[in-house]
């Protein structure tokens, strides 16, 4: 168990990442540690956490420190087999061979669950087997977007909500498709355009590329052309970071207020092997 005064952190991005040092996660998690994590992902909505040895027990312990698991329903054959809510991020099929599709899945920018009438509020990852190079995942900070914003288009989505239905947005693929019968357990949900931050106060933009496709009581015209001014302003470079993972690294992030989506960028012989749940807040 480590001492929590050896903890420190890092800004490496604005406020948006942060790099906490000097914890070792692989044990149990004392009260004095848990204040330090959730702190520590108050300040920085992406945080990082290195040289981490996990197994699905710890990894599990870990994220029980923000809320409760998400079982995500639709990607059964990815989770672990005695875990439901652990699943494997991996670029190898059933039979252990090199799965090029797998690449492309989680590559348009979006935000986790929100085609769900509860999203999570937090995705967790913990990276065990990563390649060379490409294998990332690239963060944008929707607390800079929404702040940014000008103000006709601040005052355009103020008290509006969009339409959220899954891939059902303008953005192309990085989708494992449904089912019919899970497409079922998904309906059409409605959230507001913009939202505050439960625990900093601070308002964010709260729609993205992949699920949203329109504004309730909005034409679909208005609304695509109002959709692509919001999407295109959010995803200015200077809002953005790449995180290259390392074997060890635990992350999570905050998904209430970022995008993100896969570097997918990686040699295909190289393996990629991963752990990720999401949580919902606690």
Request: include cysteine; charge should be negative; glycine fraction near 6%.
């Amino acid at each position: 168990m480590t001492e929590t005064t050896e903890a420190s952190i890092e800004t490496i991005h604005d406020n948006f990442v942060g790099v906490l040092s000097g914890l070792s996660l692989g044990n149990s998690i004392d009260h004095q540690t848990k204040s330090v994590l959730i702190q520590a992902h108050q300040d920085f909505p992406v945080l990082v956490i290195r040289d981490q040895s996990l197994d699905p027990e710890s990894f599990m312990a870990f994220g029980s420190v923000f809320g409760s698991f998400e079982i995500d329903h639709h990607v059964p054959q990815y989770q672990d087999k005695d875990r439901q809510e652990v699943v494997y991020l991996t670029n190898r099929d059933k039979d252990g061979n090199p799965d090029p599709g797998s690449a492309e899945r989680g590559a348009a920018w979006h935000a986790d669950s929100t085609f769900k009438a509860n999203p999570c509020a937090h995705t967790v990852m913990y990276a065990m087997k990563m390649p060379s190079r490409g294998a990332g995942t690239i963060f944008a900070d929707m607390h800079r977007a929404y702040e940014t914003l000008p103000e006709d288009l601040k005052a355009a989505i103020e008290g509006r909500e969009a339409k959220h239905k899954f891939g059902a947005g303008p953005a192309d693929g990085g989708i494992i498709p449904m089912t019919d019968e899970q497409e079922e357990m998904h309906p059409p949900v409605i959230h507001p355009m913009t939202r505050t931050h439960p625990a900093t106060g601070r308002k964010m933009l709260n729609i993205n590329p992949l699920h949203v496709y329109g504004v309730v009581d909005m034409p679909q015209a208005e609304a695509e052309l109002l959709l692509h001014k919001l999407f295109a302003h959010a995803l200015n470079p200077a809002f953005q970071y790449c995180h290259d993972y390392q074997a060890g690294d635990l992350v999570i992030w905050d998904q209430r207020c970022t995008w993100h989506k896969a570097e997918a960028n990686y040699p295909m012989d190289e393996y990629r092997l991963l752990m990720r749940a999401k949580i919902s807040a606690a």
